[in-house]
């Protein structure tokens, strides 16, 4: 079997680990238009599109960030003591930076939203939506490379059910995040 990639290998990307239960990003892709008020500007059906599209994607980063910090704290709550002072810090610190960055996420994404319901110019709402999109795309590729930091830290650490636990829980994490950025990238038409 492959050495397993768990616990803090996903701090950049923000992603949770063990502990916590993630309120899965494709439920808030389900809810329906719940966060579409009467004050929408948008009137026509590509305006809508973009409200609603716009509305689901605030809404799984938000809903996924909250229990992102959580489950990575409860994580270094429960394994830190195992880590040294060093690695403690390190990974403190990859949880800090997992934090901002969903931080930006998710105000990008807010942007993207508050434009699509003023009803400003599409190519307005694109132009945010893109920068959503990237700072998705930032927060995905800061996971691996944490992923590749802290795996051979971590790898020691842990007894085997530990490791598959942790594995179980960050393979759910990546498919919450993966979910995240499907709705990111939907306001966003190709």
């Given at each position: 079997m492959r050495p397993i990639r768990i616990a803090l290998a996903t701090l950049s990307g923000g992603l949770l680990l063990v502990g916590a239960a993630i309120l899965p990003a494709a439920a808030a892709l389900a809810a329906p238009g719940g966060a579409t008020t009467t004050a929408l500007k948008a009137t026509g059906p590509n305006e809508r599109a973009y409200v609603t599209?716009?509305?689901?994607?605030?809404?799984?980063?938000?809903?996924?960030?909250p229990a992102s910090h959580l489950g990575?704290?409860?994580?270094?709550?429960?394994y830190g003591d195992r880590l040294t002072l060093e690695q403690l810090q390190r990974a403190q610190a990859l949880v800090a930076q997992a934090d901002i960055t969903l931080v930006q996420l998710e105000a990008k994404t807010r942007v993207t939203r508050t434009l699509a319901r003023s009803g400003a110019r599409?190519?307005?709402?694109?132009?945010?939506?893109?920068?959503a999109s990237r700072a998705f795309d930032t927060a995905s590729n800061s996971t691996a490379s944490a992923m590749a930091e802290m795996q051979p830290m971590l790898q020691s650490k842990l007894s085997l059910f530990e490791?598959?636990?942790a594995k179980l829980e960050l393979d759910r994490s990546l498919r919450d995040f993966a979910a995240v950025g499907v709705a990111v990238k939907a306001v966003r038409p190709q």
């Open positions: 599209s716009a509305d689901a994607a605030y809404q799984a980063v938000s809903q996924f960030r990575l704290t409860a994580f270094l709550s429960h599409t190519a307005r709402i694109q132009q945010a939506a893109t920068a490791g598959l636990q």
